[in-house]
């Protein structure tokens, strides 16, 4: 009897030793994660960080298996591009590249929509929703705030957790200078950075949305009007808040390529420090939100930037009259 509760107690324990390295195997198995739109170099630097590792910025747990070429013809940074990237996905990192989004949905955990043009996210992101899948969905949400507006609905429908964000967002100076520690009252920000524009997207939601998310993760969300004074080589847009604060973007059509950000208090005025703009941080949060499914960014915040971003257009062709996010929204 003794001998055979032995044996009895080594069956559990093998068992259950057998159940923990199962259980262990599978919580270190990476998210699976397909992309949709080759024609942006995130893809590959994105994939290089995911999957590579023994590089430096290495983010473990995520790995890029499959994508969807996409692309846009009339878009010229599409079009001279995506060739390019889906070759060097494919025959460097042994990326499958399939021939619809259902199918890629079908092969993977989670999704990074990653088309360069706005205008395509919202029917491309129909059967990642349709699908059940997690999706990160790059700047730009969208090319227009009705669109962005009926992917949130879209997602809250089918109960998709999503995000959009700017790398700049994550920016380690954009960081600090929100929680600046002992500074009095913030009276505002004025942030710039790079904002070439193209022809089939608002000016801003291009390139400049990289400034207007630094913009909007320091002063949150609450702004009440626009106004965008503008010339060939830059623009300037000034945001009302429903607090008083005021928000300054300033955007650069060539020439000047950094990024920078000014705190104003009733005590100091701080300015950031000229750190390299990386993906890290942003890659790091998008890892996170595919294992948890907790967004890091409200909606609602992007919603109001994509307002933003669109009544400084209609601002611009009011002569820079000031323009009620309201306009937008109703």
């Not at 990192?93 to 890629?104: A, E, Q």
């Not at 090319?143 to 507006?149: G, V």
């Not at 390529?257 to 703009?277: A, C, M, N, Q, W």
């Amino acid at each position: 009897m003794g001998r055979l509760f032995q044996h009895l107690c080594c069956g559990v324990a093998f068992l259950l030793s057998a159940s923990i390295s199962f259980a262990q195997t599978e919580s270190i198995k990476p998210v699976r994660v397909g992309i949709i739109g080759l024609d942006t170099s995130h893809v590959v630097e994105f994939t290089r960080i995911f999957n590579d590792p023994t590089d430096p910025e290495h983010i473990p747990g995520i790995r890029v298996v499959a994508a969807f070429k996409g692309g846009s013809p009339d878009v010229e940074d599409s079009r001279t591009r995506i060739d390019r990237f889906t070759a060097e996905l494919r025959d460097k990192w042994n990326i499958k590249i399939v021939d619809d989004i259902p199918t890629l949905c079908g092969m993977v955990d989670a999704i990074l929509l990653e088309s360069v043009d706005g205008r395509s996210h919202l029917e491309q992101v129909k059967a990642v929703l349709a699908a059940k899948k997690t999706v990160f969905i790059d700047k730009p949400l969208a090319a227009s705030y009705k669109d962005a507006t009926e992917i949130a609905r879209l997602a809250k429908q089918t109960g998709v957790p999503w995000f959009s964000s700017s790398s700049l967002r994550f920016w380690e100076e954009t960081q600090r200078l929100k929680s600046p520690g002992d500074v009095g009252h913030i009276i505002g920000y004025s942030v710039y950075g790079p904002s070439p524009i193209e022809p089939h997207h608002p000016d801003l939601m291009w390139y400049g949305i990289h400034s207007v998310e630094m913009l909007f993760t320091l002063m949150g969300r609450g702004c009440e009007s626009v106004s965008r004074a503008n010339t060939a080589s830059e623009d300037v847009v000034v945001g009302r808040w429903k607090d008083g604060r005021l928000g300054v973007m300033r955007g650069f059509r060539n020439g000047l390529r950094s990024y920078g950000i000014t705190l104003f208090s009733d005590k100091s005025v701080l300015h950031s420090e000229p750190r390299p703009e990386v993906y890290g941080p942003l890659l790091g949060v998008i890892a996170e939100f595919f294992r948890t499914g907790i967004p890091p960014v409200n909606p609602e915040e992007t919603l109001e930037m994509m307002a933003f971003m669109e009544a400084a257009d209609m601002s611009r062709a009011r002569d820079g009259a000031s323009v009620p996010l309201s306009e937008v929204t109703r």
